[in-house]
């Protein structure tokens, strides 16, 4: 058996730049609006309705099963996070995904890794 190396808390691993600091909290954030099953969901639907060329206008929550102040919530948070976007088109809104800021997120993912 293979026993593990114990690290001391003055190793340099531990420190970090102010840059760092601030992709982990950005990153933490974003995640944030991410934690919730349906929040994927609606995020899972409106790529599908991007690669189809179009847009989200439909009554989300017959789809979801959550009342509409529910969805309405999870909306706001995609938005305010910048993983959607909303377009008024009378008399509904036309949610579509944002592709840029989903690879940001994924690339921000990334750089903290490694």
């Known amino acids: 058996m293979q026993m593990t190396h114990c690290v001391a808390a003055n190793n340099p691993v531990f420190s970090s730049t102010k840059q760092e600091l601030v992709e982990e909290k950005n990153f933490a954030t974003l995640s944030k609006a991410l934690s919730h099953p349906a929040r994927i969901r609606i995020l899972s639907i409106l790529l599908k309705l991007d690669k189809l060329g ?3 206008n439909s009554d989300l929550v017959s789809k979801l099963g959550l009342a509409q102040s529910t969805v309405s919530e999870h ?17 509904k809104m036309c949610y ?4 840029k800021n989903i690879n940001a997120y994924l690339s921000l993912f990334s750089s903290i890794l490694n």
Do not use: D, T, V
Not at 75 to 91: G, W
């Open 96 to 99: 579509r995904i944002n592709k």
């Open 75 to 91: 909306l706001r948070i995609l938005k305010q996070a910048q993983f959607i976007s909303a377009e008024p088109i009378p008399p």
């Open 54 to 56: 179009g847009c989200l």
